[in-house]
Structure formats: structure tokens, C-alpha cells
């Protein structure tokens, strides 16, 4: 433990005018804790010693209030925080004499409940409460104690090291900067991020059960279509002016034990970054955080892209470690090296798993994690700088945002998207090859043969219809016309293709299976009708099937040899 050097009655050469008006009291204790008393070296001088009689006199004629307990000093040292509490202010406002409290401010210093912090001139020697008396203050049997004169029973030497002496300009800093470990506020910004992302998570489940798609591929992470609807980015889906994918991707994940491990992180850091910023400026860290680390991401691999909160959680983790940076002189020492040494422990540990493992995107953890630390810098400054500091950090923080997308220009991605594989054409085509024309095949297959059988019922006469046939004509119709608008829907959504040939096939089956639906609306139309159908619904049935037609004629030129 490191003492301070002098305690309170210690006022040097400059101020021995005031020790020697004082002629009773202590003074001048070094940290060895022995006391030395020097008023009556100056009992010779006759004018001093009319002086201290003179004050002696009007000291024992004035009535003074009594002295405090101990907690009540405590309590009231506390109370002026950040600022230090002085006693002479406190002798002014309560009328007691200012040297009978003395001793029970020794009593406290030397018991570790409160330290010294420098002198100031016109107040004297100032205290703050410890970590000590900060637990003596929550402890109700204790500060009975200390009420009664009795001082408690220290804590070991380790957990009573005084808080280093402090410039005005960093109580502040001191102050918010231990209000982090103990504030009861509840982290509400962390509490909405966590549930987000198990949100999307349980949509994609959603949506998989809807498709047909096996549930326990999205469990595994091994269906990229569905990650790819509810988020992921991915440098096609950018090129085609889907930036906002940046940062829904940083709350999609890669089947479940992604996701477990990345809300696991959050709930266990995201509290106290949280209650070192603030609900608002917490918030501006995460997304540009995990903003900033997607955008590295796709410089990485552009064509695989990728998903999930691990960018915003290394910008998390560059938050930490720069806040040690900018607050350890004001904490405890040894919580100080602890801390720092911590968060350090924590970092190597991700840079080992990052490096080690495959799938896990480098460029995104160390960009968010840069991104996090440099953040930090501009929020100390919107925290605790002057109103010129707060305007200049806002402008950082903007800039931070602003400067990865420099390196993303759509130009550049599409070049690199190219560059990076070569073989990405032929993929588009037996990907085209072996999903999309079959499934359309199918749907068309269907509808020829739906459509011959309604063409059928429409051309009996009404003497010859039959209630149920219509009944179950009407059935299959619109059971025909669903799957297409799904299936429709689901080309719509799938990422564009790079070779211009394979994207025109996926746009004219869009068209194509459109028309068809459009006619069998109006089939369907017709079929409801029954007797009273009218002329004017006949001929929209005539030229959708004419629409349909073309569109079909569009198709088949794509497979033409």
C-alpha cells in the first residue's frame, strides 16, 4: 500500500503562521504515522504568545457546537463528492471548532476510511471517502460502530489502498469512472440487443418451417438462402444497392451455437460498456462498431460475405481496453492492473480463436474491433470535454462511420467480387441449371395441365355442369396459383447473378410465372361466375393468355440450341 505523504495539520513553512495562532493542535503526521508537536518551540515570543492567549480567550468565551460523531464526518465526506471535502468549510457552516476535528479526521485517514487530496489554498486540506468507507457506509453494523467511536474492523491492506491524489479537472472522471462498478442501472440498450438477435434468429426457423425447409438446417447453419432473407450481406446483394444489409447481417446467425456464443458475450460485457458511456452513446458504439466491421468483412471475402454480432462485440472489447487507457490514474491501483490486465487476457484469447479457426472472418473482428477502440477516444470527449471538444468528437464519430464505405464504393466491390473467383459464372449457371429451371419446369407442367381441365368445364353447356367438378376446379386453381406466387416471391428475393445471360433467365421466369398467375385469377374468376359470366370477362381471359403466351415465348429462347 502506498501512503500519502502528509496529513491533515501539515501546512508547511508557508502557512506556520496559522499552525502557531492554532498553539493546541496537530500537526505535520508523516505516513510512518507518528505525530509531532511544534507549538511551544514558539512559547519564548512574548507577541506570539499574547496573540494565542488573545485567541485562546475568545475561543473559550464563544459558545461552540459540539464535534461530530465519526460517520457523521464520513457521511459528509461522502456527500461532497466528486469535489473534496474540506473541513474548514465545514467548521464555518457548523460553528464547531475547527481544531477539535482534528482528531476524529485522523482517526478515519489512519483506519483507511478516507485519503487526502492536494492542498488548496484558502480551504486547507481536503478528503475523499475510500473504498473502505465506502463499505463501512453500506454497512449498517459497522457504521454503528463508528457512531458509537468505535473504529471497525479494517479490511486487509490490500483492499484499503487510497485512491491517488487527483487534479480538480479529473474528479469528474474519478467519480463516473467507480460509479461503473456499482450504479444499480439496469442495462436496457443491451437487454433490446439481445433479444433482437435471438428475434431474427427464431424468424429464420419461422420462415424455414414455412418454405419447407429442414429446421435443423438452420440449427446447423448450413442453409445460407434463409440467412440471406432474413440479413446476411454478401457482396452481390451490395452491388445490387442492398447497403442496408451491413447492418442487419451484425444481428443474423450461423446456426444456433453462433448464436449462443455471441449472446453469451453481449449479456456478460454489454452491461458494463453500457454503464461506461451511457444508453445512447453505448448504442452509436455498437452499430458503428458492427457497421464498420462488416464493411471490412466483405473486403475480406467478398463473394462469401458472412453474418453475425461478433463485430459489434470486438468493438466492445477495443471500448474496454481504450477506457483503461484513459481512466486508470484515476482508479485504485491494484483495481487499475487488474482490470487492464483482464481485458488484455480477454483479447488475446479472441485474437487466438480468430486466428485459429476457419469460417471466422478476421477482417470483421479486427476492423470492429479498431473501429470500437478509436470510437472511444471521440465518446471520452463527448462525455467530458468542452462544448468546442463534444462538436469536433461528433465530427470523429461520423467520420469513423463515413471512411470504411471509401473502401466500398460499388466499383471497387464489384471488382473485387470478379476478381476474387473467377469460377462464379460457371457456379450461376448450374445453380440456374439444377434449382431454378426444374422448379419452374414443375409449376408449368401443373398449370398446362389445370388449364386444359378448366377449359373443359368453362365449355359445357349449363344443362351439363356439375356443382362439385366446378367445386373442385375452383380448389385446384387457387392451390396452383399460391404455389407460383411463392415460388414467384422466392426468385425475387434470391441474390442476382453476376453473369448478365443466368440473371435475364431468373427475370423473364419472374414474368413468365406472373402471367400464368394473372390468368388463372381470372379462370378462377370465371369459375365463380358459373351462369353469369359475362362477355367482358371472357375477353380478359383471352389476352392474359395472350400475355402468357409471349412470356412463355421469351422462356423457351433460352433454351433453344
Aim: proline share 5%; hydrophobic share 40%; glycine share 8%.
Amino acid at each position: 500500500m502506498i501512503a500519502t505523504s502528509f496529513c491533515t495539520g501539515c501546512y508547511g513553512t508557508k502557512h506556520r503562521s496559522e499552525t502557531v495562532v492554532g498553539y493546541g493542535r496537530q500537526a505535520l503526521e508523516m505516513s510512518t504515522g507518528k505525530t509531532i508537536a511544534f507549538a511551544s518551540s514558539f512559547a519564548n515570543d512574548k507577541i506570539i504568545q499574547s496573540t494565542a492567549n488573545d485567541f485562546m480567550q475568545r475561543t473559550m468565551d464563544e459558545p461552540k457546537a459540539p464535534i461530530p460523531p465519526l460517520d457523521e464526518l464520513l457521511r459528509r465526506c461522502a456527500a461532497a463528492a466528486p469535489e473534496p471535502w474540506y473541513p474548514s468549510d465545514f467548521a464555518r457552516e457548523t460553528g464547531c471548532d475547527r481544531d477539535s476535528l482534528y482528531r476524529p479526521i485522523n482517526d478515519l485517514r489512519m483506519n483507511g476510511l478516507i485519503a487526502i487530496t492536494n492542498h488548496v489554498d484558502g480551504k486547507g486540506q481536503g478528503y475523499v471517502v475510500t473504498e473502505e468507507g465506502e463499505q463501512v457506509l453500506r454497512d449498517p453494523k459497522r457504521l454503528a460502530q463508528l457512531h458509537d467511536g468505535q473504529i471497525p474492523k479494517p479490511a486487509p491492506a490490500r483492499q484499503r489502498e487510497e485512491l491517488p491524489q487527483l487534479e480538480p479537472a479529473n474528479w469528474a472522471r474519478a467519480k463516473a469512472a467507480r460509479e461503473i462498478f456499482h450504479s444499480p442501472e439496469p442495462p436496457r440498450v443491451t437487454s433490446v440487443l439481445l433479444l433482437i438477435n435471438v428475434a431474427v434468429f427464431v424468424a429464420g426457423i419461422i420462415l424455414a418451417a414455412y418454405q419447407g425447409i429442414p429446421v435443423s438446417q438452420v440449427l446447423a447453419g448450413t442453409d445460407y438462402q434463409i440467412q440471406w432473407q432474413t440479413g446476411s450481406a454478401d457482396g452481390y446483394s451490395i452491388i445490387q444497392g442492398q447497403w442496408w444489409r451491413l447492418l442487419t447481417c451484425c444481428f443474423v446467425h450461423i446456426g444456433l451455437l453462433h448464436l449462443v456464443f455471441n449472446v453469451y458475450s453481449l449479456y456478460v460485457i454489454g452491461p458494463l460498456v453500457e454503464r461506461m458511456w451511457g444508453h445512447a452513446l453505448f448504442l452509436v458504439l455498437y452499430l458503428v462498431s458492427g457497421i464498420g466491421g462488416s464493411v471490412f468483412m466483405l473486403l475480406e471475402n467478398p463473394i462469401g460475405g458472412g453474418a453475425g454480432a461478433s463485430t459489434a462485440l470486438w468493438g466492445l472489447l477495443g471500448s474496454m481496453a481504450a477506457w483503461w487507457i484513459l481512466n486508470r490514474n484515476v482508479l485504485p491501483r491494484e483495481f487499475s492492473r487488474a482490470f487492464g490486465s483482464n481485458v488484455l487476457v480477454i483479447i488475446v484469447l479472441n485474437l487466438f480463436i480468430t486466428f485459429s479457426f476457419a469460417g471466422i472472418s478476421k477482417g470483421g473482428h479486427l476492423g470492429g474491433g479498431t473501429i470500437g477502440f478509436l470510437a472511444t477516444f471521440a465518446l471520452d470527449r463527448i462525455r467530458f470535454g468542452t462544448a468546442r471538444q463534444r462538436v469536433l468528437a461528433v465530427l470523429a464519430l461520423i467520420g469513423l462511420f463515413v471512411v470504411p464505405f471509401t473502401f466500398l464504393d460499388r466499383e471497387r466491390l464489384r471488382h473485387l467480387v470478379y476478381q476474387f473467383d473467377p469460377r462464379i459464372e460457371q457456379r450461376d449457371v448450374n445453380r440456374v441449371n439444377q434449382t431454378l429451371v426444374p422448379n419452374v419446369g414443375r409449376i408449368l407442367d401443373r398449370a398446362y395441365s389445370v388449364r386444359a381441365e378448366t377449359d373443359k368445364i368453362i365449355q359445357q353447356e349449363p344443362a351439363a355442369r356439375n356443382e362439385d367438378e366446378w367445386k373442385r376446379a375452383r380448389e385446384s386453381v387457387a392451390g396452383l396459383r399460391k404455389d407460383i406466387d411463392h415460388e414467384s416471391k422466392r426468385l425475387e428475393e434470391m441474390t442476382p447473378f453476376r453473369n448478365p445471360r443466368v440473371e435475364m433467365v431468373r427475370v423473364t421466369a419472374i414474368r413468365l410465372l406472373e402471367a400464368w398467375s394473372n390468368e388463372l385469377q381470372q379462370v378462377e374468376a370465371i369459375l365463380r361466375a358459373g351462369d353469369q359470366t359475362t362477355e367482358q370477362q371472357k375477353r380478359e381471359l383471352r389476352e392474359r393468355e395472350k400475355t402468357r403466351q409471349e412470356e412463355m415465348e421469351r422462356w423457351d429462347k433460352f433454351f433453344e440450341r
